[in-house]
């Protein structure tokens, strides 16, 4: 069974008088531990694909199949739940908390699901040791680099064994090298199972993935395997 | 109960980050609590000084006078006209159910001398229940008792003020004074009870078997008639009916027609101080409503700040979204936030409140009264303002679109 089953999905904005149509009848399927690069110019779509199939939009249209669970069904506590086991986050502007340290960042998603501080401890320490930031764990947020800041967002993504992580314009912040570093920390993780969908407008990041789609005036106009 | 203690910690640390705003915001319940508490407690402070005035006279007491003589047109004042009797002492006592206990009275002013020392005061011949009536205990000594008035003893109470101004240091039980040249034996002195509400000093009296005082001291009454009588009802809550009850049976008594007037005047003395009490009870809550008005201005700027705080805050609140908060856990947590500022709002006001009726108590003369209760009260009052005012900005922010939320800059 495919992980991610998107049919006839459609996402339609009323602006006033306007409709502005984001999504227009999209089908996919992405299976369990693809890498997938998402492409396409601004307004293409491809931010609000990925936002659905982050379960926080829902679609106007279609159906979206998150392992068997019809996710325009449920109600938005519901998709907090889903959004908190099974996928996790990895934004442009890394959205972490301000004013607070390295390894709170990180517990974030488990205090939403009633682990005890313990467990919380152990377990935000394993997702530090992945990203390589078990010595930062101190650190507050102003006292780390872009690129340690995406790592940590990384780790609070996977914090909570998390079988998706969204990766939108992850590098769009950070220069070559440290572009390189994440670029090369998402393929490990890809390695260990996890699915990651990355949204990206630079073809040189977007050739990390195997698989590329294209998106262009809220269609897919290509799905190509890019395997290396 | 983990979690709960988390979103304790976020709230503490968001209100750190904004240290003046925090404090600021907090004085607006700090002073709120402050006038509750502080106008509470002189509130309860001013009844009680009123209920402990009242206490020294004796709760519940009714006066039954005699009626008034009039001789060519001038009229001699209650008690001149020799109406009330024993008998009517002892059937109020016996056929009105809502009264306690009776006791005639006799009085009169005397002069009074002991060695060296004299003094003018007030004669009281009573019976033993008197003392009963007016709640007064016995200093030293031994009370009244029927014997006394039964076989007119020569015996006297004396009360604080005349001891001491008559016998200084000197213990005056056992010793003999003479009440108009007659003289008496001490048998005890009665406990110090202070000035009633208009400033008589109740310690300046002599009690004496009424027997006595009619035979040996004021020599001129008629026999079997009494000046006055001091009547117990059982309780405040049937102080009235009392009244109407002995009221009843005197007319019948003294076969007084319909439409006629009283021979004798009944008083209820409790009265006057009941209307005391009851307008400080007014006045209490009206201050209570005023303090209050101001306890609500401050949780209205909890609002405003916490309103201020979730726009401030959009991004965090998306973020907290997105990594799966539930719409309870954002609520529960600008709830505690608003919660937090106003109860730690609360407990400042408390002190200060506690602090102020202190000193207000200190200035106008009144006991110091901190009535757990009221600091129970302020301290849910303020607890409930916090979560009243924090739940729309907390609803707010649990409304929030993530995806909005998550670009807001």
């Known amino acids: 069974m495919s992980l991610i089953e998107v049919s006839s999905l459609s996402r339609t904005y009323v602006l006033g008088e306007n409709k502005i149509h984001a999504l227009s009848d999209i089908s996919l ?60 986050f990895v934004f442009q502007g890394f959205n972490l908390l301000p004013r607070t340290s390295a390894i709170e960042n990180v517990e974030l ?107 262009l005036d809220g269609e897919i106009i290509s799905d190509e395997k890019t395997g290396d | 109960m983990n979690s709960t203690l988390v979103t304790f910690k976020i709230a503490f640390r968001a209100l750190r980050t904004n240290k003046m705003r925090s404090a600021l915001t907090m004085l607006g319940i700090v002073i709120g609590v402050a006038a509750v508490i502080a106008m509470l407690a002189i509130g ?24 008034a003589t009039s001789s060519g047109g001038a009229r001699m004042g209650a008690g001149s006209d020799p109406t009330i009797s024993f008998d009517d002492a002892e059937a109020i006592k016996n056929e009105c159910p809502a009264v306690l206990d009776v006791a005639p009275v006799q009085t009169g002013p005397g002069q009074v001398i002991y060695r060296n020392q004299n003094w003018s005061t007030m004669i009281l011949g009573a019976t033993p229940s008197i003392l009963n009536i007016r709640e007064w205990e016995i200093e030293s000594g031994r009370p009244l008792v029927d014997q006394d008035v039964r076989n007119s003893t020569k015996v006297c109470l004396l009360g604080k003020s005349v001891a001491e101004n008559l016998y200084g240091a000197i213990d005056p039980v056992g010793t003999i004074l003479r009440i108009k040249k007659v003289p008496f034996t001490v048998i005890g002195v009665l406990q110090a009870k202070g000035q009633t509400l208009t400033g008589q000093d109740q310690d300046d009296r002599i009690y004496v078997p009424i027997t006595t005082a009619q035979k040996k001291i004021f020599g001129r009454t008629i026999p079997g008639m009494v000046q006055f009588l001091m009547v117990k009802a059982n309780s405040v809550d049937v102080l009235d009916d009392a009244v109407q009850q002995i009221r009843d049976l005197l007319r019948q008594r003294h076969r007084i027609a319909p439409g006629q007037e009283n021979d004798f005047t009944v008083e209820n003395l409790t009265q006057m101080m009941d209307m005391a009490i009851r307008l400080t009870n007014i006045m209490t809550v009206l201050l209570g409503a005023i303090a209050s008005i101001s306890l609500l201005v401050g949780g209205i700027g909890i609002m405003n700040i916490m309103l201020v705080s979730v726009t401030e805050r959009t991004r965090e609140i998306g973020i907290r979204i997105a990594v799966g908060a539930k719409t309870w856990n954002i609520r529960l947590q600008f709830i505690v936030e608003a919660m937090t500022l106003s109860i730690i709002g609360g407990c400042i006001g408390i002190a200060l409140g506690q602090t102020g009726s202190v000193i207000v108590s200190k200035f106008a003369n009144l006991p110091v009264i901190i009535s757990p209760l009221s600091i129970i009260i302020a301290f849910g009052f303020s607890a409930g303002v916090g979560v009243f005012f924090g739940f729309y900005p907390a609803y707010k922010a649990s409304l929030l679109n993530p995806i909005d939320a998550l670009r807001y800059e």
């Open chain 1, 109 to 215: 998603p488990l205090l939403y699901n009633g682990v005890t501080s313990k467990q919380r401890r152990e377990k935000a320490l394993a997702a530090l040791e992945i990203v390589g930031l078990t010595d930062r764990k101190d650190h507050h947020l102003n006292q780390l680099s872009g690129g340690q800041q995406q790592r940590l967002a990384i780790a609070r993504a996977v914090v909570n064994d998390a079988s998706i992580i969204m990766a939108d314009e992850p590098t769009g912040n950070l220069d070559t090298k440290t572009s390189k570093e994440i670029m090369m920390l998402f393929e490990k993780l890809n390695s260990q199972g996890i699915t990651i969908i990355l949204v990206t407008h630079e073809a040189d990041i977007a050739q990390y993935g195997r698989r590329l789609i294209r998106f």
């Open chain 1, 29 to 88: 399927m992405i299976s369990e531990g693809e890498f997938v690069s998402i492409m396409g110019p601004s307004g293409s779509g491809k931010s609000t694909f990925m936002n659905i199939i982050g379960c926080l939009d829902k679609p106007t249209q279609g159906f979206y199949h998150l392992k068997g669970t019809d996710v325009g069904s449920l109600s938005r506590d519901e998709l907090a739940v889903i959004r908190n086991k099974r996928i996790g």
């Open chain 2, 44 to 67: 309860t402070a001013a009844r009680q000084k009123i209920s402990d005035e009242i206490s020294t006279v004796g709760s519940n007491l009714i006066m039954v006078l005699a009626g």
